[in-house]
């Protein structure tokens, strides 16, 4: 069974938008984000195991079959080492280092300076045709983590991030169950922006059953991502 591409927070976060929105999209909570310490995930999975992730958006300013360095909107220069595990990803299409160019706008997806996952690339030739495919992102068994995202504007903000199953919906909050048992409750007013395959609803679009990505600060939540949709009965 294919298994679904999930990224925390860039795919998850739309890093994207920290390069450019149109005027008329839904801009969410992660807009204008630049870094992985300005969104630097601490992730915990399923097995209780937990991992650091980076991302950085920005321009391609320097690339060789052994490195590649961003410049961020914030004017910062990001080098990432390139190794046998990077790969190359965009609009759910797997691509090569030759498909990239400098000058393009990029995500990586970082650790340790190691660069293992470019993806979001837009710009000139930015590449694209390529077969939807799925690999296993840095959510892949990801229950809880938190984020710390740095803007364009210097500014930082803190994001809870739970991964599960809503098991109870009401007018205003929702309760889900992630894959280590344990529950979350969390609040939502009119403001919730809620993602799903290139889509933004609101959250009468949620259901009970469904699995997703939440995001929140201090109880609240602030978007849902990349919905799981409930099982029809055979």
């Not at 595990?85 to 280092?97: A, E, F, I, K």
């Not at 993806?119 to 840095?138: K, L, V």
Request: hydrophobic content about 40%; aromatic content about 6%.
């Amino acid at each position: 069974m294919a298994k679904r591409y999930l990224i925390i927070a860039a795919a998850v976060f739309a890093l994207a938008a920290g390069s450019a929105l149109a005027a008329d999209q839904v801009k969410g909570p992660f807009a204008g984000t630049v870094h992985a310490v300005g969104a630097v995930g601490a992730v915990t999975y399923k097995d209780g195991s937990k991992q650091s992730w980076t991302w950085d958006r920005g321009r391609i300013t320097a690339l060789s079959s052994s490195s590649i360095t961003l410049t961020r909107r914030d004017k910062q220069q990001v080098s990432f080492a390139i190794t046998g595990s990077t790969l190359v990803r965009n609009d759910g299409g797997s691509y090569t280092l030759d498909d990239l160019k400098v000058g393009q706008a990029a995500t990586v997806v970082s650790q340790s300076a190691n660069a293992m996952i470019i993806r979001n690339i837009r710009g000139d030739g930015a590449p694209s045709g390529a077969d939807q495919s799925a690999i296993d992102g840095p959510a892949k068994a990801s229950v809880t983590g938190s984020i710390d995202a740095l803007y364009v504007d210097g500014s930082k903000k803190s994001f809870d991030y739970n991964r599960g199953r809503i098991t109870a919906l009401t007018d205003g909050s929702l309760t889900i169950t992630r894959q280590d048992k344990q529950t979350v409750t969390l609040s939502f007013d009119s403001s919730l922006i809620v993602r799903d395959k290139g889509e933004v609803e609101d959250a009468s679009a949620l259901k009970v059953g469904e699995g997703a990505m939440f995001f929140s600060q201090s109880g609240k939540l602030v978007l849902v991502r990349c919905l799981a949709r409930v099982k029809a009965a055979k």
